[in-house]
Each structure stands twice: as C-alpha cells, then as structure tokens.
C-alpha cells in the first residue's frame, strides 16, 4: 500500500481507499461474547436454555452457513438527501455530489424554493441568503387573505414536481414565527412543537425561532449523528464564509399545492395523530456542573465509561434489576462502517451495581468493584468492531425460509429477545459545548439518554413515553443527580 500523504489540509475522501473492509469475526468469538452479556439479565433457567440454543444453533450448522483512518462515505449523505415513504419498507434518495442549489425555507407553513449558491455552483455572502430570507418573511407577513395561503402539507405528501424539488433540496430551514424561553422547551420545539412548519423526510432541518435559538432535527437513516453533529459543530464556531461572491440570486419561489377535500380531511387526521406522539414524549435536560472530564481523568477514569456506569447504577437503584442497554461505538474504521452495540449491561457492572448502596460493604471494596466494571466497559468497547450485535443481525436476514427460521434456535429463543430489548438506549454526544442533542426511547418502556461530556460539567437530554407509567423521566433524572454525586463523594 503506498504511503498516505501527511497533510494539515486533509480533503474530506482522500483516504477512502486506504479503508479497509470490516472483517467478520469467527462465529464461536461473537457467540462466546454474547453468551457472557446473557449472564446478568436471565435467571438462571432462562441462562441454562439460552446455552443449549446457542449451542444448538453452533452443532447444527446454521449458524456457519450464515456466516485506521475513518470512513466519510456519510458524508455523502448529508446534503439533498431524503427519506421516502415506500412499502414495504422507506428508501433513501441522494445524488452525489449533489447538484443542487437551492433550500427549501417553510415559513407559516409555506415551503419556498431558495436558492443559495450561485449559477457556477459557487458560495454567496450571508448578506445575500438574509436578503432571500426577508424577501419571503415579507412576502408571506403581506399576503391579504387566506386564499394566497398553502395547507400545512409539510404533514403529508403533494404534487410531484414540488415533492421533486423538496427532495433534490440541499436541506430544509424552518423559520418560526415563535420563540420559548426554557430550554427544555426549546428542546421539544427543535424535536417537533406541533409537527407543523416541518419536512421530517429531509436528512437535515435546520429549525430558527425569532428570538435567535436554533435546533437541528436529522432523519437518521442515511447516516450516524456525529458526522452531522460535527458539521454543525464547525458550522457554529465559523461566521461569514471565505470567497463568498455577491452574486444576484433569483426570487424566492412560492411553491403552491393541488389538494382535495379529502387531503383536506388527511391533513387534519395526520395534526391529530402527529400531536398525539407528540405529547406522549416526555424529555428533560441535565445540566450537571460539579465535575467533568478534567476532574474524571484526574481520578484515572474513562469519561465515557463513567458515565455508562452512572447510568447503570442510576437505573438499577430505580428499579432494582438491570436491563439490556444499548450504547453506540462507531465502525467507520472499516469502509462503509455505522455503528456497532456496546452492551453496557455487564457481568461486573451488575456486581457493581447491586452492591453499591450495601452499608455492610466497605468503601474501598465498592471502589474495586467500581473500577473493575470500568475497566469491562472499556474492553467491550474496544472489542466493539468485532463486537455481537451486527454480526448476529447479519445472520439473521439471511435466514429465508421458514425451515431455517424454525432451527435458527438462538434467535428463537427468549434470550435473544430480552438481552435485545434496550431499556436503556444511550450515546455519547460529546463534540462541543455550543449544543445540546437528544433522541427518543426504543421500546415504550424505556429511556433514551444522550450525553455530553464537556471538561467542567455532564450535560444529559433524557427522554420517555408519557403513556407508560413504568418510567418517568424526571425521577430518573433526580436519581441520575444523587448517582453522579454519590461517586463523586466515594471517589474523593
């Protein structure tokens, strides 16, 4: 392989072929590795039949049949990118390098054709995109009556050719004619509000309230949340771009609509059953300001691995039993590489946890068991590119017919199905201190925990489903408080 260049001025794919593909550890590996995250989520029974599915599902064959520098390809799925409803299944549409030269803007519920680069493709001043952006606010604020208003079709579909020019759109920016004045507030309004003045199918929707605050909402199939997060993390460190051209840019366009009384009828039922998910979502922020990564590493722990065992040890002193939880590592060290499960739910985070709060175990013994679930944290993490989840997954889409589902013993067993259910969903979001990110539970039982480790302070978006009267995410919230301090004061 030929020497990569060393350069202080990278371009974003110039090492694309220097990336080796993900290898496909032995199966005996994943399965070993998976049987030991089983260990302190089953009851014994449940353990013993897991065995003998695992190992059936080794002896008869099955299982084999089925058997450096960072990847940018999601950059390339960053810009005029869409996510189509389809049946059975969505699909993903994009053109790289996109052609594009225009936003879409939805103001009031009006979506307008923006146009931001020039006719050569080439970058404009900020002055010239305000200039666009006032045009339509005055456009839309000066309209007579009602019937030079367009439905809030941003809730459904429309007419082909303007569905065509929001899709091919380098990204969606919602100008609200409203502002909030509490963070968590701002928090669900950048989330959804009431699901109007919003294009959800885009892959990036930049989201403005008149008092200044702005929020990101990202579809996240086409790609992971760090490489859109460091976009936006450059983005609000960067002002008025270099070489940017005063060049005249055409009018905004009013894109105008066909509809129905019966899509009438749709949009009205869609801002009901929208505003329903809506309200069944119950987010709430932390910030926690008593220490940071600087105090973390000077006790000798991993940031990330301390805040895994917080979040473990928080929920089991709220419900007394560990569950399944989830945490994302990147794979984008192999070509084309996304993400690959931590399980953080470990033999040693369990120890850890249900022996914490015992005022018959002495300090230094808690502190031992502390730092041994660190240091398991840690090497699953490490071993998280040949780690249990994909390759299982990988496994079980091949299988095709109902034969093979029926022998496919590990995945029929209930094992699989309680050690996959993520009661606790959780990723490190830790690129700056600008913003704040945050994403939903997976099951309707459980929570979905973004954090943000900054080098004074913790800060968690914390999220639930109203509807289930198992979780609440203000308690858990509370305990997460008690938790952080509690290890602080031991490890002091």
Same mark, same amino acid.
């Given at each position: 392989?030929?020497?990569?260049?060393?350069?202080?001025?990278?371009?974003?794919?110039?090492?694309?072929?220097?990336?080796?593909?993900? @290898?496909?550890?032995?199966?005996?590996?994943?399965?070993?590795?998976?049987?030991?995250?089983?260990?302190?989520?089953?009851?014994?029974?449940?353990?013993?039949?897991?065995?003998?599915?695992?190992?059936?599902?080794?002896?008869?064959?099955?299982?084999?049949?089925?058997?450096? @520098?960072?990847?940018?390809?999601?950059?390339?799925?960053?810009?005029?990118?869409?996510?189509? @409803?389809?049946?059975?299944?969505?699909?993903?549409?994009?053109?790289?390098?996109?052609?594009?030269?225009?936003?879409?803007?939805?103001?009031?519920?009006?979506?307008?054709?923006?146009?931001?680069?020039?006719?050569?493709?080439?970058?404009?001043?900020?002055?010239?995109?305000?200039?666009?952006?006032?045009?339509?606010?005055?456009?839309?604020?000066?309209?007579?009556?009602?019937?030079?208003?367009?439905?809030?079709?941003?809730?459904?579909?429309?007419?082909?050719?303007?569905?065509?020019?929001?899709?091919?759109?380098?990204?969606?920016?919602?100008?609200?004619?409203?502002?909030?004045?509490?963070?968590?507030?701002?928090?669900?309004?950048?989330?959804?509000?009431?699901?109007?003045?919003?294009?959800?199918?885009?892959?990036?929707?930049?989201?403005?309230?008149?008092?200044?605050?702005?929020?990101?909402?990202?579809?996240?199939?086409?790609?992971?949340?760090?490489?859109?997060?460091?976009?936006?993390?450059?983005?609000?460190?960067?002002?008025?771009?270099?070489?940017?051209?005063?060049?005249?840019?055409?009018? @905004?366009?009013?894109?105008?609509?066909?509809?129905?009384?019966?899509?009438?009828?749709?949009?009205?039922?869609?801002?009901?059953?929208?505003?329903?998910?809506?309200?069944?979502?119950?987010?709430?922020?932390?910030?926690?300001?008593?220490?940071?990564?600087?105090?973390?590493?000077?006790? =000798?722990?991993?940031?990330?691995?301390?805040?895994?065992?917080?979040?473990?040890?928080?929920?089991?002193?709220?419900?007394?039993?560990?569950?399944?939880?989830?945490?994302?590592?990147?794979?984008?060290?192999?070509?084309?590489?996304?993400?690959?499960?931590?399980?953080?739910?470990?033999?040693?985070?369990?120890?850890?946890? =249900?022996?914490?709060?015992? =005022?018959?175990?002495?300090?230094?013994?808690?502190?031992?068991?502390?730092?041994?679930?660190?240091?398991?944290?840690?090497?699953?993490?490490?071993?998280?590119?040949?780690?249990?989840?994909?390759?299982?997954?990988?496994?079980?889409?091949?299988?095709?017919?109902?034969?093979?589902?029926?022998?496919?013993?590990?995945?029929?067993?209930?094992?699989?199905?309680?050690?996959?259910?993520?009661?606790?969903?959780?990723?490190?979001?830790?690129?700056?201190?600008?913003?704040?990110?945050?994403?939903?539970?997976?099951?309707?039982?459980?929570?979905?925990?973004?954090?943000?480790?900054?080098?004074?302070?913790?800060?968690?978006?914390?999220?639930?489903?109203? =509807?289930?009267?198992?979780?609440?995410?203000?308690?858990?919230?509370?305990?997460?408080?008690?938790?952080?301090?509690?290890?602080?004061?031991?490890?002091?």
């Amino acid at each position: 392989m030929e020497k990569m260049e060393e350069s202080n001025n990278i371009k974003t794919f110039s090492k694309q072929n220097y990336i080796p593909r993900q @290898p496909i550890p032995t199966l005996h590996e994943t399965l070993d590795r998976y049987k030991k995250t089983l260990i302190p989520l089953l009851s014994t029974e449940e353990y013993n039949n897991a065995i003998i599915a695992v190992d059936e599902f080794m002896k008869n064959g099955i299982g084999e049949i089925l058997q450096g @520098p960072l990847c940018m390809n999601q950059y390339k799925r960053q810009f005029g990118v869409s996510r189509i @409803p389809d049946f059975p299944v969505d699909r993903i549409i994009t053109t790289w390098p996109s052609i594009a030269k225009h936003i879409i803007v939805i103001y009031k519920d009006q979506i307008f054709k923006v146009q931001v680069l020039g006719e050569r493709g080439e970058r404009v001043s900020i002055d010239s995109i305000k200039r666009q952006l006032h045009l339509l606010i005055e456009r839309v604020n000066n309209y007579n009556n009602n019937s030079e208003l367009q439905p809030p079709i941003g809730l459904l579909t429309g007419e082909h050719l303007n569905l065509e020019t929001i899709d091919n759109a380098l990204f969606v920016v919602a100008l609200d004619d409203y502002s909030v004045d509490k963070d968590i507030s701002h928090h669900n309004s950048f989330h959804a509000f009431n699901g109007r003045n919003r294009w959800f199918d885009k892959s990036i929707q930049i989201i403005l309230q008149n008092n200044g605050q702005a929020g990101v909402n990202c579809e996240h199939t086409p790609s992971d949340a760090v490489a859109s997060g460091l976009i936006f993390n450059d983005i609000v460190s960067k002002c008025d771009p270099p070489n940017s051209t005063s060049t005249s840019l055409p009018t @905004p366009q009013h894109l105008n609509w066909v509809i129905d009384n019966t899509i009438n009828d749709i949009i009205h039922s869609a801002q009901i059953n929208i505003q329903n998910a809506i309200d069944n979502v119950d987010i709430v922020l932390l910030y926690y300001h008593e220490y940071g990564s600087n105090w973390l590493k000077s006790v =000798k722990y991993s940031p990330d691995a301390f805040v895994q065992m917080a979040i473990q040890l928080a929920y089991y002193r709220q419900y007394g039993e560990p569950c399944a939880t989830y945490e994302s590592a990147s794979t984008r060290g192999f070509l084309h590489g996304r993400t690959e499960t931590v399980r953080s739910c470990s033999i040693d985070s369990l120890a850890f946890t =249900k022996d914490f709060d015992d =005022k018959d175990i002495k300090k230094e013994k808690k502190i031992e068991l502390f730092t041994t679930a660190i240091k398991s944290h840690i090497e699953y993490m490490i071993a998280a590119v040949n780690g249990v989840d994909r390759h299982l997954l990988g496994l079980r889409t091949q299988l095709q017919s109902d034969k093979e589902k029926e022998n496919a013993s590990l995945f029929n067993d209930l094992s699989y199905q309680k050690s996959s259910y993520y009661k606790l969903s959780t990723s490190n979001m830790s690129l700056g201190v600008k913003f704040i990110c945050g994403f939903g539970a997976v099951v309707p039982d459980g929570y979905g925990v973004c954090y943000m480790i900054n080098s004074d302070k913790l800060r968690f978006s914390i999220s639930s489903y109203k =509807k289930c009267k198992e979780t609440d995410s203000v308690i858990f919230r509370k305990t997460l408080i008690k938790t952080l301090d509690d290890l602080r004061e031991i490890l002091s």
